[in-house]
């Protein structure tokens, strides 16, 4: 039935196709949150469905306890808010009162209703927002804040969204830590009492937390409940978990309220990011495939959508930034050899930068390493047959560049402490016009005149001393958001104005991965840790988030450049083949075998890219107490094909059988295995695959095909 309302319209419900979410608006503009699970088969079901209020003490609020969808500050509840704010002169804890409701009619997918809320001298207005995408199973919250006539208003903190589950004896919470060269580790830990908050307070989304959640009971990869969320936004953000006295889980998140503000003049409006919602009962590969289907639909932005991801080689850790015409027509030759389909100068072209000491800024090319500029290095990469990529890092500045002499105001500031450098560099502040306008010239003058078709866009430190010397405090509290916006308008200025250009979203590595980067850039390159084995568990964790075909996996050298491990070619290879292929070694030091071996790695990449790339993933030891093999499988969502990737991964006690059942098949149908027997889906499914484990960096690849009548 969609969208409807019950209880003299005091009851909301949101159906999709499989799930729904019920709001209860009470008068004074409280919006409880009743249920958010499995959609019900009865409207009547709708209506019974109980409105827990609870109310213990003179302690707690005297309207009760409850499930909340959206709390503004200055009343007694104590959890945090989802809006607080004051006026110029002081007037704080506004009352504010339901002002109606709109229904929007469904538009390419998804469809809006509005919640409206006003202060009661209808000065200042308040639009939850939740976008309804029903086939996808996703909704998306958010919150506009409007000044209709009031005086300036004060926000100090707008959060996206606020979710209640109802009390439980058990709720578990998964998120993502990490750290430069170590993002995306899956916590899972029960949720206990108190407040749980995981945010970024660095400007960028960071390596250390990522915006993403997961709240389930006891669910396993394959069923149990699960509700989970995405927060669409790249600067500063906090995500509150917290578990009150009486069982509640209350979740609320959006951009973090650490020194943050946002003034609201008369006529002007606040828009928060988007927190994208779902439920499902399928476990974690139930929720995963959910959030990937629609990231494939509605996140992932047009034209590159559908493309296929291309064999990139990149420069980097052959060549640092000792890159010249010469050095990379010469790994040109050896990558195209191989079979890459897109070659990439990374750092060190441009001013007279030979280190990371100089020249962010000075974005012109350097006549000293392409002394015809970088056209003929462009059209010899064409002739190979690849794309041409370049490196750029436009939000930074070195104290040694002329832009930085030039402009030295442009860069974030106090006014008597000293700016912090990290490696050797500043940060501008993109909020600023003419710093953008600056920007958008240098990329016309790139684009607009060579046959670049790929960016890698880098940022590699994140934001301090946050200020502007002669603003005012409000002010500058508004720069960290302001970047963000920045960010996204030249983001959104290259996909206007140069569709061709494929982004690759970088910050030293993973440090700025989340939806709200990802509907402006067509992938990401996922940790500068190129360790085939490290990287096991980084794009494991990363699955959980963020679909395969955006997570760009490289081949580099052994040893690695960052643990010394030495590991056989084709072990590198099957780890980098579960995501968007790419090439980072010294080609020049790869022997004859290695460069043939290469070549045949890629060559079967192309074969089963468009599995792994359109289809779904399953993590076949996700739950598996014992890590010593890591077995992820994709499957074509009209299970004609799967891929089955198995490595070792910590073999102990010696050799043995490992049985691997493998899911998302047709049972009724026959699938032949690369390994050379055909048998039924429900046999692979049920009995499955005897791989014997025998040895350290053991890995296959074993296809599975359906057989047609
Ligand atoms: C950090 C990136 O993650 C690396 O791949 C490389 O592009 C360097 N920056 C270049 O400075």
Redesign the pocket.
Known sequence: MGIFQLKNEQRLVLETKETAYVIDIHKHGHLQHVYWGEKLPETADYEALQSIVFSPSSFEATRGVMGYDYIPWGEMVYTEPTLKASSASGERGFKWEYAGLDIAAEDSGKQQVVIKLQDSLGRYQVDVTYDVFRQDDIIARSQTITNIKGEALYIEAARSMQVSLPPASWYNLSHLAGKWVGEFQLIQEEIREGRKTIDSRRGNTSHHANPWFAIDQGAGEDSGDVWFGHLAYSGNWDLHVEKDAHGFIHVCGGINDFDFMKVLQPGESFPTPVFYLGYTSKGFTGMSHQAHRFQRKHIMPEPHREAERKVLYNS?EATYFDVSEENQKALADEAATIGCERFVV??GWFGKRNS?QSSLGDWEVNQDKFPNGLDPLISYVKEKGMDFGI?LEPEMVNKDSRLFQEHPEWVYHFATKDQTTARNQLVLQFGREDVRTYVKNMLDKLLGSSDISFI?W?M?RSLSEVGRIGAGVGEQKQLWHEHVEGLYDVFDYIKNAYPHVLVET?S??GGRIDLGVLQRTDQF?TS?NTDARDRLSIQRGCSYAYHQKTMMCWVTDSPNWLNQRTVPLKYRFHSAMMGGLGIGGNLHEWTKEEKEEAAHWITFYKHIRPVIQEGLAYRLTATHPKKETEIMQYVREDGSRSVVFLLENGLSFGPHPVQVKVKGLDENARYYSSDGTTATGAFWMNHGLIWPLNEEYQCEIIELSKVED
């Open positions: 980097w990374d750092d990371d490196w890698k880098d590699n970088c030293g590595g390159w500068d």
